[in-house]
């Protein structure tokens, strides 16, 4: 059984910063891509940032250069650093994982946390 548990939500002040955390516990062989998705009401949800467990990163436009993603391979954790917050950022984060477990540790299968609240008022 493997779960992702995010912290670090709430409201924040446009032009502010806000941290998010996930944590993945369980039986875990590896984690490939960790990412934080977001989805705000009446909105696709979207990638908002990737690393792989190499360190590579990827981000969506609309943040780049204001998110910065961060991992702790030897925690199972995935930071996402939102500086100069804007309204739109305002949506539920969601944390996501690709973990193969120590009974199948040749697959990876995809893990969602249950979400977290950003509310950023301007």
């Known amino acids: 059984q493997v779960q992702l548990v995010e912290s670090g939500g709430g409201l924040g002040q446009a032009g502010g910063s806000l941290r998010l955390s996930c944590a993945v516990s369980?039986?875990?062989?590896?984690?490939?891509?960790m990412r934080w998705y977001r989805q705000a009401p009446g909105k696709q949800r979207e990638m908002v940032a990737t690393?792989?467990?190499?360190?590579?990163?990827i981000y969506a436009d609309s943040v780049k250069g204001r998110f910065t993603i961060s991992r702790d391979n030897a925690q199972n954790t995935v930071s996402l650093q939102m500086d100069s917050l804007k309204a739109e950022d305002t949506a539920v984060y969601y944390c996501y994982a690709e973990v193969a477990t120590i009974k199948r540790p040749a697959i990876a299968y995809v893990y969602w946390g249950q979400g977290t609240q950003v509310t950023v008022s301007s």
């Open positions: 690393i792989a467990r190499v360190g590579t990163r």
């Open positions: 369980g039986s875990i062989a590896s984690i490939n891509d």
